[in-house]
Structure formats: C-alpha cells, structure tokens
C-alpha cells in the first residue's frame, strides 16, 4: 500500500510540473488529418504506383503537373512512407493494387475592407470610438486590404482492384490531408511538408501490411 501511494505521489507531482503546449508555439505547423474507408483490411493489398508528378491547383486558372526537384522530394517521401508500410512500388500502374494520387493545392483570399462599420467594433478588446468624444463610428478614407495562404497537399489511396466499368466508381480507401499557413520560404513549407507527411503516415498504422 505504501508503494502504491508513493508511486502515485510521483504520477500527481509529474502531471503538476508538466507544462502545457501554448498554441501560439503551432500557428506554423501543419494541421494533418487521416482518414480510412470502413472496414477495408489494407493486408489485401501488396503493390502501389504513384504518378512521377504532383497536380498543382490555386496558382494559374487551371490545374497543371509539375515534377521539378521539390515535386519529386515530397513523391520520394511517400514513396519511402508506402515503402515501410510494405507495399512494394510498380512501374505499371495497370499491375498496382493501390493508385496513390497526390495534389497540392495553394489557396490564396483576398479580402477588400471599406464599408461601414468594420466588424469589429464594438467587439472586446477593440476601442470606443466614444473614448475618444461624442463620435458614432471611425471613419476610414481608404480600403484596408489583405490576403491569407494556405498551402494543402491532399493524398489519396486508390482500390484500383475493384470492378471497372462505366457506371462503376474508383473506391478511395485511405485520405490525408495536410494543410497549414504559407511560409517564409519554399524551403520552409517544403519541410512542413515533410514532416506532416512522415505524421500523416505515423497516425494510420492500420497501413501497415
């Protein structure tokens, strides 16, 4: 019993000194989400394929490939991650049992301000105009404008053993999305891409043959 109450005197003093993340230490990080079909048993499965290029949306008004060296860098990366999963990579995707799509997707907002009144007045932690002296609102002589990026790669598992025909649909066994905010550099965002590839893959061990 003493034991008992000691080792949970120590649990009790590690949780106290344990020192939460703060959120302001992530704005950076990519958010990764995964998903997989219902009940599909991946061990069925033994190659995949991956197109040599990625298909780049958001940039020009239409969607284009690329295959430059950054491309190639975050194919070899799954390619690794599919690798240690077990599957073995084909050239021929005809002989694939898994089709592994990518997309990388670039979305930039664009946000034009100059109506009456801002949304955040009144709002907390913003100023009264009425501290000031007796004025309704701010006014504002020109537009306040401002853009948000985001970068997104999508990835997709593909059943490429199910039954084809016109009126059939490609199953799509497995997603992962990351996305996260542009930033400094490309070399930057192509790291954050790394790593949440190498997450995307961490957090789906039902891959695993």
């Known amino acids: 019993m003493k034991k008992f109450i000691c080792l949970g005197l120590v649990a009790m003093l590690a949780l106290s000194c344990y020192r939460q993340p703060r959120t302001q230490d992530h704005d950076e990080d990519y958010m990764v989400y995964t998903t997989p079909a219902e009940a599909i048993d991946f061990k069925v499965f033994q190659t995949y394929h991956v197109p040599d290029s990625l298909l780049v949306a958001g940039i020009e008004k239409d969607p284009y490939y690329v295959s430059d060296k950054d491309a190639l860098s975050i194919i070899e990366t799954f ?46 932690g913003y100023w009264s105009p009425a501290y000031w002296g007796d004025w309704y609102g701010f006014y504002y002589p020109s537009a306040m404008m401002y853009t948000t990026s985001t970068n997104m790669m999508i990835s997709n598992l593909l059943d490429l ?39 995307a893959f961490a957090q789906s061990p039902y891959l695993k043959r």
């Open 79 to 124: 390619k690794g991650e599919m690798e240690n999963c077990g599957y073995t990579y084909v050239a021929d995707r005809s002989q694939a049992d898994l089709g592994l799509q990518l997309t990388y997707i670039i979305f930039t907002q664009y946000y034009v301000e100059y109506y009456d009144p801002y949304w955040w007045w009144y709002g907390p």
């Open 161 to 199: 053993t199910a039954v084809q025909g016109e009126n059939q649909r490609l199953p799509v066994v497995w997603n992962a999305i990351m996305s996260g905010p542009t930033g400094s550099s490309l070399k930057q965002d192509l790291n954050r891409l790394t790593e949440s590839i190498h997450q």
